[in-house]
C-alpha cells in the first residue's frame, strides 16, 4: 500500500468509535472489519456516515457490547442476524461475517456462518468489498482480494465472482451495477461496467422476475437522485433491463420522417431534461431558493429544501410519457403530440402502480406535473395576462417553483434561436408570476366565502347552487374582477344568488 494510501486511511480511522469497536472485539476474542461502502468512498474522498462493520463471530453481541460502551440504544435484527446503533451522527451497522448459497427461484439466500473472506466473496462488487482491519497488531491495514482499489482507481464496475454467477444469484445487483456507475460518476472520473459484465446483465436480465417492484423502484429512486441520472437510464436501456421495468419510456425511442418532417427523438430529449433538472434542483438547493411544505399537527409549515426531491426526478422522467400515444402527422403542420400532458398524466397511477410505489400525494404531485408541464410557456403570446397567470398559480400552488423549474428544464433545441427565445418567454412569465404573486397571494388560494357559510345565509341544505356560487366567486377572483378579500367575495356572492331566486334568511 502507498504511504499516501496509508495517510487517507488514517485520516477516516481517527473516529473515537473505531477504537472503541477495536478494543472491545479485542477483549472478545473476535477479529472485526470496517468493509464495503465507508472503505470505498474514504479512497474517493467522500466522508460517509453509514459505517458497515463485519464481524468473525456475533455480530449483534459485538454491537451490544460498543453500545453499552457509548452509551448509545441498539437496535437488534435477530432475523437477519445484524444490529444497528447511531454515534454522533453516523449509523453504525454490525454483522456476522457469513457465506451464502442462493436457490434458483430466490435471491433470499441460505446462510451460514464464515470468515472475512467468506463474507467478501459474497459482496456485489470487488469496490464494495474492500476491508479495514480494525485488529491492533494491523489496525487500518487494508483487505483487498479482488483488487478493488485498482478497479477504483480505473473507474470499473466489476465483481468479485463470474458475473453471471453474482448476477443470478441476486439480480438486483444488475441495477446496482448501474446505479453504482450513475452514483460515483463526477466531473473527474467517469465509472464504467466491464464488457463481460454488461454482457452478463443482458443474459440475466429475465431473472428480474423474482424481485419485488418495490426493490426495483428504491434502486430506480437512488439513480433518479444522482448528479446525472440520464447515465443510469441509457445503461438501462442498452443492457435490456429499462423495456422489463418501464417499457412506457422505451416507446419513446426512435424518429419518425414524413415528406422531410421529422420529429424530436423524445427518449434522449427526456434523459436531456431529467439531466436539466437535476442541475438546476441542486444548484436551487445550494442557492437556497427552493422550498419544501410539511404538514405538522395540521400546520403547513414552510422549509428550505436540503436533498432532492425524487418525484420531481420523476416528473421529469415521465413528462412526455403520453407522446407515443397522441403523435400525429399533419401536412400543414408537421408532427403534432396534442394533449400528451393529458394522457401522461392519466398514465402515472398505472406506472406508479405497476411499481409499487405510494399512490398519494407524492403520486398526485408527479401527475400535477406532468399535467401542467406545458403551461408556463403556452402563457406567452403577445402578452402574459394577471388572469392566466393567476389560474397558473391556483393550479399549480405550492408546487409552482418545480413546475417551473421543470419547464425551463423542458427548453431544449438544436436550434439555439428557439432556446432563445423560449427563454426569453420563459423569464417573462417568471417576472410576471412574481408580481402577481405578491399583489393577489394566489398560491395558497381559499375561497373567502364557504358551502357553510352559504349554507347558513340562505338556510339551504348542500346542494348544487352551493357549488355553482362558489365556482363563481373563485372564477371573478382569478380573472381580476374582484380582488382576493371576503367583502367583495360577499357582494358579489349576493348578487348572483339573487339571480338564481335565493334570499338571505337574516
Known amino acids: 500500500m502507498k504511504q499516501s494510501e496509508t495517510t487517507v486511511i488514517h485520516g477516516f480511522l481517527d473516529n473515537r468509535i473505531f477504537g472503541i469497536i477495536s478494543g472491545i472485539a479485542g477483549e472478545m476474542g473476535v477479529r472485526a472489519f470496517v468493509i464495503g461502502g465507508y472503505v470505498r468512498d474514504c479512497f474517493l474522498g467522500r466522508q460517509g456516515k453509514d459505517i458497515d462493520i463485519v464481524v468473525e463471530g456475533s455480530g449483534i453481541e459485538l454491537a451490544e457490547a460498543v453500545a453499552a460502551a457509548v452509551g448509545s440504544k441498539v437496535s437488534v435484527f435477530r432475523n437477519f442476524g445484524t444490529a444497528m446503533l447511531k454515534y454522533k451522527g453516523m449509523e453504525v451497522e454490525f454483522v456476522g461475517a457469513r457465506k451464502e448459497s442462493y436457490r434458483r427461484d430466490s435471491r433470499k439466500p441460505l446462510v451460514e456462518n464464515g470468515t472475512l473472506e467468506d463474507d467478501q466473496l459474497r459482496r456485489d462488487f470487488t469496490i464494495n468489498a474492500m476491508a479495514f482491519s480494525l485488529q491492533k497488531e494491523d489496525f487500518g491495514a487494508l483487505v483487498d482480494p479482488f483488487g478493488g482499489i485498482r478497479d477504483l482507481a480505473a473507474g470499473i464496475i466489476r465483481t468479485p465472482l463470474d458475473p453471471d454467477t453474482t448476477?443470478?444469484?441476486?439480480?438486483?445487483?444488475?441495477i446496482r451495477a448501474i446505479r453504482f456507475a450513475t452514483k460515483l460518476s463526477d466531473g473527474q472520473r467517469q465509472f464504467t461496467?466491464?464488457?463481460?459484465?454488461?454482457?452478463?446483465?443482458r443474459r440475466n436480465r429475465g431473472r428480474l422476475s423474482i424481485l419485488s417492484r418495490e426493490r426495483i423502484a428504491e434502486e430506480l429512486n437512488k439513480i433518479l437522485v444522482c448528479a446525472r441520472p440520464s447515465t443510469g437510464f441509457r445503461?438501462?436501456?442498452e443492457t435490456g433491463l429499462l423495456e422489463l421495468i418501464l417499457p412506457q419510456l422505451v416507446s419513446l425511442k426512435g424518429t419518425e420522417n414524413v415528406d422531410g418532417h421529422c420529429h424530436k427523438e423524445n427518449f434522449s430529449h427526456t434523459l436531456e431534461v431529467v439531466d436539466n433538472v437535476a442541475s438546476a434542483e441542486l444548484q436551487a438547493i445550494a442557492g437556497g431558493c427552493l422550498k419544501d411544505y410539511v404538514n405538522v399537527d395540521g400546520v403547513e409549515e414552510e422549509r428550505p429544501r436540503t436533498a432532492p426531491n425524487v418525484w420531481l426526478r420523476w416528473a421529469a422522467l415521465l413528462h412526455d410519457i403520453g407522446k407515443p400515444a397522441t403523435k400525429r402527422f399533419d401536412k400543414a403542420s408537421g408532427w403534432t403530440f396534442h394533449g400528451h400532458e393529458v394522457v401522461g398524466a392519466r398514465m402515472v397511477p398505472g406506472i406508479f402502480k405497476s411499481l409499487r410505489m405510494p399512490l398519494n400525494e407524492k403520486m398526485k404531485y408527479v401527475?400535477?406535473?406532468?399535467?401542467?408541464?406545458?403551461?408556463p410557456i403556452a402563457l406567452v403570446t403577445e402578452e402574459v395576462t394577471d388572469s392566466a397567470v393567476r389560474r397558473l398559480?391556483?393550479?399549480?400552488?405550492n408546487d409552482i417553483d418545480d413546475l417551473m423549474l421543470l419547464c425551463n428544464a423542458d427548453i431544449t433545441s438544436k436550434n439555439p434561436r428557439k432556446?432563445?427565445?423560449?427563454k426569453k418567454n420563459f423569464a417573462l412569465v417568471s417576472r410576471k408570476l412574481a408580481e402577481v404573486e405578491e399583489k393577489d397571494a394566489i398560491r395558497n388560494f381559499k375561497n373567502p366565502v364557504t358551502g357553510e357559510y352559504i349554507m347558513e345565509l340562505y338556510g339551504i341544505p348542500p346542494c348544487r347552487q352551493i357549488g355553482e356560487l362558489k365556482e363563481y366567486v373563485k372564477n371573478a377572483i382569478l380573472d381580476g374582477a374582484i380582488g382576493n378579500d371576503f367583502e367583495a367575495a360577499d357582494r358579489l356572492l349576493r348578487e348572483k344568488a339573487a339571480e338564481m331566486g335565493l334570499v338571505p334568511v337574516k
Open 167 to 174: 448476477y443470478s444469484d441476486d439480480p438486483l445487483r444488475m
Open 193 to 201: 461496467i466491464v464488457p463481460e459484465s454488461l454482457e452478463s446483465i
Open 235 to 237: 445503461l438501462l436501456d
Open 367 to 375: 401527475g400535477k406535473l406532468v399535467l401542467l408541464h406545458l403551461r
Open 393 to 397: 398559480l391556483f393550479d399549480a400552488g
Open 419 to 422: 432556446v432563445e427565445r423560449l
